[in-house]
């Protein structure tokens, strides 16, 4: 097994590990985490893949490196996105409301 090979199977695991947590978690900043966690997989398989017996491929590489700035800005745009969220509901997750709440309290409105 050559380098490249398991650098391109250890970010297919870490796209399932992120695939798992993504579906699994209602906590936003851990959904995050985990599509962050998706993102460096697929990094690391564009990497893995890209290696030929005359050298490294530039053009996965230079698709990577565009990669992470669009990741860190995106992230950057999601925990504000994410903290706009909590100061408007008061929780991180994306539950709905609570089961004992009529539906019409759970949107807001008055009884009057």
Known sequence: MTPSL??????AALCGIGLFGFILI?????KLLAFNLMGSGVFLVL????QHRSGPDPV????V??????????????VVLIRRYY????????EGPAQDTPP?????????
């Open 6 to 11: 398991l650098y391109a199977f250890a970010g």
């Open 26 to 30: 209602s906590h936003l900043l851990r």
């Open 47 to 50: 990497v893995g893949l890209a």
């Open 60 to 63: 996965p590489q230079a698709l």
């Open 65 to 78: 490196l565009t990669g992470i700035v669009v990741a860190i800005a995106a992230t950057a745009l999601a």
């Open 87 to 94: 100061h408007l509901s008061g929780t991180t997750s994306l």
């Open 104 to 112: 019409d309290q759970a949107r807001g409105a008055r009884h009057e």
